[in-house]
C-alpha cells in the first residue's frame, strides 16, 4: 500500500531581518490544454529562478483528458502536436523537454485527480513519469512538506499540508468553509493549501499555543487555495462558459519566509503571482 508522501527540504537561513527564503505554490495548470496560459506560467517560472524559489505543483499539471478511454475526449481539447496515436506519450515527453530548463527550481509534483483517471484507465501514472523525466520528487494526492531552517546549531522548523482538493467550490463561498474543518484535522500544519476548485484565497487562522516551555503565544495557520492557469472563459466558448462558470483568477501563490525575531521563529508572507 502507498503511504502519502513526507517531503523534507532543508533550508539555509540566517537569524537575521535581511534573510529570507521563497516558495511558488501552483495547482491546476493543466499544462496540455491548449487554453493553458503558458506565458504566464513562463515568466513566473523565470520569476522564481531570479528569486531561487522553490516550486511545488499541487496536482493537475496535467489535463489529458484525450485518451482512449476517457469519455471526455474531444479533439478541440488537443493542442495539435498531440493529435497522435501515442497520445499520452506525446504529452509527457513533451512535457519533460518544456520543463527541463525550469527542473532546478521544481521541487515537487503531487498528483491531482486528472492523473489519477489515467492511472486508473491506462495503467500508467503520469505524474511518477514526469517527475522521473525532469529529475523532480513525486508526491501523492495529499500529503506534507517539512521545511527544516538550520543555521549552525539552530533549528527551527517550518509544515506545509498539501491536498490537491475535493468537490465544488460552491458560487458563493468559493471553498472558504474549509479552512475552518482542516485546521481541525491537520493541527500540526504551519501552511495548508489546496487547488482542484480554481479559486484563490488566503485564510489565516490565529491560534493559542502553550509552548513546551509554558509559554502562551499566538501563531496563525495559513490556509492557501490556489487557482489555475487555465482559462476557460476567456474564448467565450467552451463548457465553462455553457455552465454559466464566472471566469477564474489565474496564476500561483508566492511565500516569502522571513525570520521573526520577536518569536524566534520563521514567518510565512503570501503574495499573489499573477
Not at 524559489?53 to 489529458?64: E, N, T
Not at 476517457?70 to 493542442?79: C, I, M
Not at 458560487?171 to 489546496?194: C, E, F, M, N, Y
Not at 483568477?249 to 508572507?269: C, I, K, N, Q, Y
Request: charged content about 25%; glycine content about 10%; aromatic content about 10%.
Amino acid at each position: 500500500m502507498c503511504k502519502q508522501h513526507v517531503h523534507t527540504v532543508r533550508v539555509p537561513f540566517k537569524r537575521s531581518a535581511t534573510w529570507e527564503s521563497w516558495l511558488l505554490l501552483m495547482a491546476d495548470v493543466h499544462w496540455d490544454n491548449p487554453l493553458c496560459r503558458r506565458d504566464m506560467l513562463a515568466r513566473h517560472l523565470s520569476e522564481a529562478r531570479e528569486r531561487s524559489a522553490r516550486v511545488f505543483v499541487i496536482g493537475d499539471l496535467f489535463c489529458l483528458m484525450n485518451g482512449k478511454y476517457d469519455p471526455r475526449r474531444s479533439l478541440g481539447k488537443v493542442r495539435p502536436e498531440h493529435k497522435r496515436d501515442d497520445y499520452l506519450d506525446a504529452v509527457i515527453g513533451d512535457a519533460v523537454k518544456w520543463w527541463s530548463p525550469h527542473a532546478d527550481v521544481l521541487e515537487l509534483v503531487t498528483v491531482g485527480n486528472h492523473e489519477t483517471a489515467v492511472l486508473k484507465t491506462t495503467g500508467t501514472d503520469p505524474t511518477r513519469r514526469f517527475a522521473d523525466g525532469v529529475g523532480c520528487e513525486a508526491g501523492t494526492y495529499q500529503g506534507w512538506a517539512r521545511f527544516m531552517l538550520e543555521d549552525g546549531t539552530h533549528r527551527r522548523s517550518l509544515t506545509m499540508r498539501y491536498h490537491h482538493g475535493h468537490g465544488g467550490g460552491g458560487v458563493v463561498t468559493k471553498g472558504t468553509l474549509w479552512p475552518q474543518r482542516r485546521a481541525a484535522w491537520w493541527p500540526d500544519a504551519d501552511i495548508v493549501v489546496s487547488g482542484h476548485i480554481h479559486e484563490q484565497w488566503s485564510f489565516p487562522i490565529t491560534r493559542e499555543r502553550l509552548t513546551d516551555a509554558g509559554e502562551i503565544r499566538n501563531d496563525t495557520q495559513l490556509h492557501l487555495c490556489l487557482p489555475t492557469y487555465k482559462d476557460e472563459t476567456g474564448e467565450g466558448v467552451g463548457w465553462a462558459v455553457e455552465k454559466g462558470m464566472s471566469p477564474r483568477p489565474l496564476g500561483a501563490w508566492w511565500v516569502r519566509l522571513t525570520w521573526d525575531s520577536a518569536s524566534g521563529m520563521p514567518r510565512a508572507t503570501e503574495m499573489r503571482a499573477t
